[in-house]
């Protein structure tokens, strides 16, 4: 079985600032991870996503994401927060299909809202 | 390149009604997914269809939902009778096949059961 672990209902962090929104997972062999965020009355778009190589990830918008197979962790991360990055984040989680199996369906996080302060 | 393309984008009903939502997904994808968005309960897949077949169908939450897909532009979720309880944000989104690829989510149908 594969899961997503969001700790973080909320995340508030000022205009300018550095922020983080953090991602552990679990699953059966490699991972495919994703981001989305979703803003109000929208559906969720995709911002990245770690399929191998770099553990380290550039998305869309500014963002970008670390893959750290030992933690088992995907952090989001953006060096300056804007406040139009206000939104709810998703991160996703897909086994990669090996001789051991897996499914093509991803498994999401219950999201984390994300408040950028002026 | 439209994108995945969800009616109405709200409904209003009475409980009992028969509801219908509609998706056309992005051309070319074959893989299509439900969920349904809720604040108790998160963002819950209902259904998976692939090549217009449906592959996994545990989500859905009971005989009063039905989904279809009779060809690759087109998919339905009904529910009848409707109740109150299934009010929610139900989104569709596509995906290229069976890769690694992301899904593509429509704008959601906000459904309120009265």
């Known amino acids: 079985a594969q899961s997503v672990a969001q700790p973080e209902d909320q995340v508030n962090v000022a205009e300018g600032n550095p922020l983080t929104v953090k991602c552990t997972y679990s699953v059966s062999g490699n991972p495919y991870l994703f981001w989305y965020v979703q803003y109000p009355n929208r559906g969720l778009q995709f911002l990245l996503k770690y399929i191998t190589g770099d553990n380290l990830v550039k998305g869309s918008y500014g963002f970008e994401a670390e893959f750290n197979k030992s933690q088992t962790s995907f952090h989001l991360k953006k060096p300056s927060a804007l406040v139009s990055d206000s939104a709810l984040y998703f991160c996703?989680?897909?086994?990669?299909?090996?001789?051991?199996?897996?499914?093509?369906?991803?498994?999401f996080g219950r999201g984390t809202s994300l408040i950028v302060h002026p | 390149d439209a994108g995945v393309i969800q009616s109405p984008r709200h409904e209003v009903t009475e409980m009992g009604q028969e509801v219908t939502l509609r998706c056309k997904p992005i051309s070319g994808h074959n893989s299509l997914f439900w969920y349904r968005q809720t604040m108790m309960r998160g963002l819950e897949l209902l259904i998976y269809?692939?090549?217009?077949?449906?592959?996994?169908d545990s989500g859905m939450p009971e005989d009063r939902f039905s989904a279809k897909m009779p060809n690759a532009s087109f998919s339905t979720l009904k529910i009848q009778p409707s109740e109150p309880r299934d009010s929610a944000v139900y989104f569709c989104?596509?995906?290229?096949?069976?890769?690694?690829?992301?899904?593509?989510f429509g704008d959601g149908t906000r459904l309120s059961i009265l």
């Open positions: 989104a596509s995906r290229h096949g069976q890769s690694n690829q992301p899904q593509h």
């Open positions: 996703a989680v897909r086994a990669f299909l090996d001789a051991s199996g897996g499914s093509y369906i991803p498994t």
């Open positions: 269809f692939n090549n217009n077949v449906p592959i996994d």
